[in-house]
């Protein structure tokens, strides 16, 4: 008798081999399809963010009767920014949109049949997030600083200056030389009424004392050293620059000008309408913490002076980052900063370090949205767009919160700020791809 439990065997069937390339026509359909959806997304969130500015800003453009240039100037400048945020959003959802279209009309199934594969079926959609990518790092690191700046500079002319302006701001130099205040700091490339807390150095002495031999440098010798005055011009010149230098390096020293301006071509500031006042020594010797309350001589009016990098490194656009999110500072910026302070704070440096290796992560978001987009679309081919988009949704909320949560306990110094910045979205993308590969379903 026959065993009935003898598996029936199939001889003539021939598993069809996994095809990659050339699939030109079916990557044409599948780039196609993916763009409209994609381009409608995009649509629909730069209309809202751009709304969303309208309603939040446009008020104080209208009190300050602003031209719409003006208006139309600022919203494309504030777009940049808005786009960094759509573009992994719109990904995520246009790619299990798309994915979860041909589900439901069975093309995965038959593109499966035909001996593509899961992954190959999404290689049309992987080129554009990793396009995207791309695009995104060039929006972080390039365009927005610039576009940013841009939109503030357009707000502080055009509107009331309350969103452009920080008053009374204060910025420390990375050596802790010195001190600048601001009593408002602006977007513009002119600052008002700007106050410097420094020491002296050898270079800054003949620009503020002068050339030996000059008017103002008489003058200027004898109201800062007074009784000694006749004494130090009396000397020849070599002792008469030692004894100065001597005196004034390195002694605390104010700076206030009306107007202050810089040039980052050559990286120059210039000082306009302004006075400095030295403090006298016995202050520091007296009291270890002691900033200098007695003055070594009445305040010396300046018309314009200009110091260069050897006496004032910083550069106005370390003066504004200062004034931004750490979140939004360009990683450049960043390691620059970190580079130039090997003493800094550890509690400090793990904020910047944490904040540096997630802004190097999250432009992949675009590239993670399409490892885990294909494989979820397709997980359940009856299940419709609907079900496709709230998934995505989800995603998104749970990748940005637990993006958030890491970012916090790395700048807190809870945990290293490598895995801080990196491991959201590094354990993202592994999960993607390992449930994107091993589909065989």
Known sequence: MQNDNKQPKYEDLVLMKRKWFPLWILDRYILREFLIKYSILMLVFIILFILSDVFNDIQEFLEAKAGWRAVLLYLLCRLPGNIRFILPISMLLGCMWTMADFGKNLEVTAMRASGVSL????????????????????FNEALIPYTQNKAAQIYDEAADRRKSVQHLWAFRSSDNKRHWLFNTLTAGETQKDVTIKTYWKKEMIPTLV???GTEKFNSNIKSMFQSRADMLLAKNLSEMQKLILRNLDGRKMDITAKEVSYDSKNHLWTLRNGSFVSYDRTDELRFEASRGTSLMHSEIKFDTISFGK??????????????????????????????????????????????????????????????????????????????????????????????????????????????AGLAPTVAFISAGAWRLLTDRN
């Not at 992954?119 to 060039?138: D, E, H, K, Q, S």
Request: charged share 15%; proline share 7%.
């Open 210 to 212: 002068g050339t030996p």
């Open 119 to 138: 992954f190959r079926c999404g290689g049309p959609i992987f080129a554009v997030g990793l396009i995207v990518t791309f695009v995104n790092i060039y």
């Open 310 to 419: 050897d006496v004032m490194p910083e550069s106005q656009q370390d003066i504004l980052n200062s004034a931004r999110e750490k979140d939004d500072l360009p990683t450049v910026f960043i390691a620059d900063l970190i580079r130039r302070n090997p003493n800094m704070p550890e509690r400090v440096k793990a904020i910047y370090m944490t904040v540096f290796f997630y802004r190097l992560a999250f432009p992949w978001a675009c590239f993670l949205s399409v490892f885990l987009g294909i494989p979820l679309a397709t997980k359940n081919e009856r299940t419709g767009s609907l079900m496709a988009i709230i998934t995505a949704v989800g995603l998104i909320v749970f990748y940005i919160v637990t993006a958030q949560i890491f970012l916090t306990l790395g700048k807190g110094g809870f945990i290293n700020p490598v895995i």
